[in-house]
């Protein structure tokens, strides 16, 4: 059985405005992105985890590395982000200034619409879906494999309707994934990729400010 938990980098000083970043714009974190892991891996970093596997982006391999400790973190380039094309790095109110046209088809369909010189969200699912195949494939035969993933928004979202049996174009509509957010999935044994359970969802208890509702989303969700 494959128990997988998933999370996204912490904060950028490239986070606020809130802008694509995806494979083209390779930064680190910023000081609170590094606090949000350092909370991160107070929180996770003394469980089992017999994997720890990360996008290959600077920000999610910090993240990861923050968790591990001395443990090895894996290196898997079907977590990198959604290559945003000729979108990398233009906040929302940008692309919209720019081609509001263009933004509009893909806002309607993410999934087919390819990001003007990137990724669709559909071809970014058959990454996930791959990662996914490999990770049940090591899991077969034993009782319980707990993975831990460490990539970003767009990507995490795409994962969780391929895990979940949602069709991708919704994954905009229908998932929030919080900078160093706690998700976690479980796969029957010899399960699919699209046979998860969904245990927990983008949880941020260990970086929200007292008072705050737990259903609130946090600062650069």
């Given at each position: 059985m494959l128990t997988l938990v998933l999370t996204r980098h912490g904060l950028t000083d490239r986070s606020d405005p809130e802008q694509h970043l995806g494979q083209g714009l390779d930064i680190g974190l910023s000081e609170a992105g590094r606090a949000q892991a350092a909370e991160l891996a107070a929180r996770i970093g003394g469980q089992r985890f017999d994997r720890i596997v990360s996008s290959p982006l600077v920000r999610a391999l910090e993240t990861a590395r923050s968790i591990a400790g001395d443990r090895p973190v894996a290196i898997d380039r079907r977590l990198?982000?959604?290559?945003?094309?000729?979108?990398?790095?233009?906040?929302?109110?940008?692309?919209?200034?720019?081609?509001?046209?263009?933004?509009?088809?893909?806002?309607?369909?993410?999934?087919?619409?390819?990001c003007p010189g990137g990724e669709s969200g559909d071809e970014v699912a058959d990454r996930a879906r791959a990662f996914l195949d490999d990770?049940?494939?090591?899991?077969?035969?034993?009782a319980e494999r707990v993975v831990l993933a460490v990539a970003h928004s767009s990507l995490d979202r795409i994962l969780l309707c391929v895990a979940l049996g949602i069709p991708i174009r919704e994954y905009r509509d229908r998932f929030t994934q919080s900078q160093v957010n706690v998700t976690a999935l479980t796969f029957p044994p010899d399960g699919r990729p699209d046979e998860a359970r969904l245990l927990v969802m983008n949880d941020t208890a260990h970086v929200a400010p007292a008072g705050r509702p737990p259903w609130e989303p946090s600062p650069g969700a």
């Open positions: 990198a982000e959604m290559d945003y094309g000729t979108w990398e790095g233009l906040t929302y109110a940008e692309i919209e200034d720019r081609d509001p046209s263009y933004r509009a088809r893909w806002v309607a369909d993410p999934a087919t619409v390819a990770e049940l494939g090591a899991a077969s035969g034993i």
